[in-house]
């Protein structure tokens, strides 16, 4: 069995953030979505850029560059969301994350994963699963399914609720007031 996962091919589609090139597993993206308005969320994590409808659904947003301790996404012709299946304590919850671009969709073998290079107690690397050599450049493999934390997640879902619990009241205070004048 150690013999199969070895020679495992795997597909991974690549994005920018910034300069540098990352990807992740195919199954763990289940679309790709141009830009649209993102509805901030008071009290939310500053990386949680707002929540978008997603066919009647309420999907969380990222700013993927936060999370990664860069600097703040600025939007582009080419930023778009990859929305995520993220398997946190074993439940799948959807996740749209901020990138900068979307590049192209690549196989590896996973023997061929470089180490991540020891970079200090200070820089947390468990989301990062290695790094490989593609078109002359690096690029980061990422572990999707640990890239938000539990707490993370936690966060993101109240905050999704909690507007919508906010937006349900400010509906209710503008029926009232309406039916007042």
């Given at each position: 069995m150690d013999d199969q996962l070895i020679n495992e091919v795997n597909s991974y589609l690549s994005f920018?953030?910034?300069?540098?090139?990352?990807?992740?597993?195919?199954?763990?993206?289940?679309?790709?979505?141009?830009?649209?308005?993102?509805?901030?969320?008071?009290?939310?994590?500053?990386?949680?850029?707002?929540?978008?409808?997603?066919?009647?659904?309420?999907?969380?947003?990222?700013?993927?560059?936060?999370?990664?301790g860069m600097s703040?996404?600025?939007?582009?012709?080419?930023?778009?969301?990859?929305?995520?299946?993220?398997?946190?304590?074993?439940?799948n919850v959807l996740?749209?994350?901020?990138?900068?671009?979307?590049?192209?969709v690549f196989e590896i073998d996973v023997k061929d994963l470089l180490p991540i290079p020891s970079i200090g107690k200070k820089y947390k690397t468990e989301f990062i699963k290695g790094l490989i050599r593609l078109n002359e450049e690096f690029v980061i493999i990422l572990d999707i399914d640990?890239?938000?934390?539990?707490?993370?997640?936690t966060l993101i879902i109240e905050s999704s609720h909690v507007e919508n619990r906010d937006d349900l009241n400010e509906k209710k205070e503008n029926k009232k007031s309406t039916k007042k004048i």
């Open positions: 920018k953030l910034g300069n540098e090139t990352f990807a992740a597993h195919v199954n763990n993206v289940i679309n790709i979505l141009e830009l649209t308005n993102i509805t901030p969320v008071p009290r939310s994590p500053e990386y949680m850029k707002g929540v978008i409808n997603l066919r009647g659904t309420v999907l969380p947003i990222i700013d993927t560059r936060l999370k990664f703040e996404t600025v939007f582009t012709i080419k930023t778009c969301i990859l929305v995520l299946n993220v398997n946190i304590d074993g439940e996740i749209g994350g901020l990138v900068d671009s979307v590049l192209e640990k890239m938000l934390s539990i707490d993370d997640a």
